[in-house]
Nanobody, 127 residues
Framework: AVQLVESGGGLVQPGGSLRLSCVASGFNFARYEMQWVRQAPGKELEGLAGINSAGTTTVYNSTVRGRFTISRDNAKNTLYLQLNSLKTEDTGVYYC????????????????????WGQGTQATVSS
């Protein structure tokens, strides 16, 4: 069965850091483009960052560019998101998502646009 399992969320103070992981199984991870999507309380889904299958191209939403870094290790079937300089507005559930054949527009990150979607990990930024 296909699975995307996120981890690494938690409670952190403003200005702090987190590293999220997403472990994939049940499909050929190395052939899929991967993205991170966030849902803040009471808000719509927001595409944060994407990376191509080879890990050579990344894209970021302007709200996180310079603070977050997406990366992947295809040998470990794992996607990462390094979150630095966290703000209270970064609070939300973070999902990883996979798509074969091109990155999804970060401004249209609906689950139906992806092939696979994880269950999410909660990150809370609060003092």
């Amino acid at each position: 069965a296909v699975q995307l399992v996120e981890s690494g969320g938690g409670l952190v103070q403003p200005g702090g850091s987190l590293r999220l992981s997403c472990v994939a199984s049940g499909f050929n991870f190395a052939r899929y483009e991967m993205q991170w999507v966030r849902q803040a309380p009471g808000k719509e889904l927001e595409g944060l960052a994407g990376i191509n299958s080879a890990g050579t191209t990344t894209v970021y939403n302007s709200t996180v560019r310079g603070r977050f870094t997406i990366s992947r290790d295809n040998a470990k079937n794992t996607l990462y998101l390094q979150l630095n300089s966290l703000k209270t507005e970064d609070t939300g559930v973070y999902y990883c998502a996979a798509r074969w054949g091109g990155l999804v527009n970060l401004h249209n990150p609906k689950p139906k646009n992806f092939d696979y979607w994880g269950q999410g990990t909660q990150a809370t930024v609060s003092s």
